[in-house]
């Protein structure tokens, strides 16, 4: 079955850059590609790529991956993800690798084949943003994951310290932005998970 996009490449994933050479890719794809130091995604069928993360980067998504291992493990809250987790939306052919992921233990039972990618949206996606991408790249980054299914977004700023907080109803702007002197809040996605959004950026060696 062929993939059709209403939407010009370059409109896809404008956080992105188009793989040329490519046409129309299933998900399935990002599993087979090489280790080549970018990151791959799939986008309505669109192959696009983006640089690997620098230390900084890296280490804020450490950060926010650890403080959510720290609760959700323990209780058995649902599976988390680092950034080479893919995750396939339903709908159009779009795979997303989140630099942070969480998706509910109820939804473990949807995953028939564990070597494929997650058959769903994470509930929670965390992006850390690059310094190639602006507030309009990651907007609509936001906006796709919102539109497949996830429940809550968090996009952060390394270079402002601060936290953009997407929500499904509200895709024009993100609905909160926190900063230094905030809680990150996992509302009814990780309910009981808060975490000062100043620790997020903060450097563990310094």
Known sequence: MSITSTRPPAAVAPWAEVVPGYGPVTVDLLLTLPDDGYRYEVV??????????GNEATTIAFNVGLALGNF?????LGRLTGADGVYKFPGAETGLLP??????????ALIVDRAKPIPFAPDLAVEVASPSQDADDLAAKARTYLHGGT?????????????DVWR?????????TLHAG???DGE????????????VFADPLA
């Open 44 to 53: 309505e069928g669109v192959l696009v790529r983006m640089a690997g993360s």
């Open 72 to 76: 959700v493990v323990p209780r058995r």
């Open 99 to 108: 630099d942070v992921g969480f998706y509910a233990a109820e939804k473990r």
């Open 151 to 163: 429940r809550l977004v968090w996009v952060l700023w390394p270079q402002s310290g601060h936290i």
């Open 168 to 176: 499904p109803g509200n895709l024009a702007a993100p609905a909160t």
């Open 182 to 184: 905030d809680t990150l």
């Open 188 to 199: 009814d996605v990780i309910p009981g998970f808060r975490h000062p959004v100043a620790a």
